[in-house]
């Protein structure tokens, strides 16, 4: 009989590259920051975990939230873009409501900011991409949508958000 266990990528997390610093509001979430997608035909990972760090501006409003959605694809966005989504790390308006909850099953990951206080970091929980994307493993392409309508802009230092990712897949023993 065999053992199935889980195998990480590697000793530390891969870096995702998207740039938030200084993102406006949006208070429908439609305009925001999109992530460099991520190729999986060559790792071949079967899901991914993604933590994030994003930190508020000065005087955010109290009760609003932060939003990091995930998509996949088929095919490269960088090839065949999926609405305004092109697979590079940009600013980005999602076309409407209605495109939104079509394009990601609503957020992946949500900090609620409980106050007015300027420069506080949230931490974003942990999660499998696979899972947020109803799947049983990874998309060949996949990547990340962060919008907020915490009423100013996040923290103009890039420093202060951080998006990781560890790549996972199983080993037969």
């Not at 429908?28 to 508020?56: C, M, P, W």
């Not at 409003?61 to 609405?83: E, H, M, Q, R």
């Not at 951080?162 to 790549?167: I, L, P, Q, S």
Request: aromatic residues 10%.
């Amino acid at each position: 009989m065999s053992d199935l266990s889980v195998l990480y990528a590697g000793a530390s997390p891969t870096t995702i590259t998207i740039s938030p610093a200084s993102l406006a509001t949006s208070s429908t979430f439609l305009a925001g920051r999109e992530s460099t997608q991520i190729d999986n035909t060559s790792t071949k990972y079967v899901d991914a975990i993604v933590q994030g760090l994003v930190t508020v501006g000065t005087t955010p409003t109290a009760n609003t939230n932060i939003n990091l959605y995930v998509w996949g694809s088929f095919v490269s966005l960088a090839t065949t873009a999926v609405d305004v989504l092109d697979g590079t790390d940009s600013a980005e308006t999602i076309t409407s409501a209605g495109v939104l909850a079509t394009l990601f099953q609503g957020a992946a990951a949500s900090a609620l900011v409980d106050a007015n206080t300027s420069n506080i970091g949230y931490y974003l929980k942990i999660f499998s991409v696979a899972a947020a994307l109803g799947l049983q493993c990874l998309p060949p392409f996949w990547g990340l949508f962060l919008a907020h309508n915490t009423g100013a802009n996040l923290h103009a230092t890039a420093g202060n958000h951080v998006f990781t990712f560890m790549g996972v897949n199983y080993r037969v023993a």
